[in-house]
């Protein structure tokens, strides 16, 4: 049996198998399964926790995104708003110019319209005043032309009250 152990011992084949064996042996007895599971396990939950984190992160992005497109639909509603309210302003602000304007050009024109008025009751007057000087200038000089030899005029003396009422 010796020999035959020594054998056994000389195969190199023999030695691979014997330190097969004590490999498994000694990795059993050290727990090195046992370990190199927990190491897995732990590294397992590391990866689930980061998973976990990273389904939060985008839960929580997707909110904020959700909550962002409604703020910016709240803000494109409230800029539709104010654009209508501004055109509604600006529309009302030229109705009243218009209005302002029409108005003005109204007062302007009787304004003028009763300068003229007035101009032409002046050159009236004007007229009639020079019209009755010209011919109380008339009147005068064809008296004294008449009368230069002579001390009365009959028909002057009957003119003269008559002159007179038309005069005043």
């Given at each position: 049996?010796m020999?035959?152990?020594?054998e056994?011992f000389s195969?190199?084949e023999?030695?691979v ?7 498994f042996?000694?990795?059993t007895?050290l727990?090195?399964?046992?370990a190199a ?7 397992a ?9 990273a389904?939060s992160?985008?839960?929580?992005a ?9 703020q ?6 409230q800029?539709?708003?104010m654009i209508?309210?501004a055109?509604?302003?600006?529309k ?6 218009k209005a302002k304007l ?5 007062r ?5 319209e009763?300068?003229?008025k ?8 004007d007229?009639?005043?020079a019209a ?6 008339a009147t005068?000089?064809?008296l ?9 005029d ?6 003269l009250?008559?002159?007179a009422?038309?005069?005043?």
């Open positions: 049996m020999e035959h152990l020594s056994i195969d190199a023999a030695w198998g014997i330190g097969l064996i004590l490999f042996g000694l990795i007895v727990k090195v399964p046992g599971a927990k190491a897995l396990d732990d590294r939950a590391k990866i689930q926790a980061a998973l976990d984190e389904q992160l985008r839960d929580e997707t909110l904020l995104l959700n909550s962002l497109r409604q910016r639909a709240d803000s494109e509603r800029a539709a708003a209508a309210a055109e509604a302003e600006a009302r602000l030229e109705a009243e110019a029409e108005d003005q050009i109204v302007r024109t009787a304004l003028a009763q300068r003229i007035l101009a032409e009751q002046q050159a009236t007057q007229v009639k005043s009755a000087e010209l011919a109380a200038a005068e000089q064809l004294v032309q008449r009368l230069q030899g002579r001390k009365t009959p028909l002057i003396d009957a003119a009250p008559e002159l009422s038309r005069l005043q």
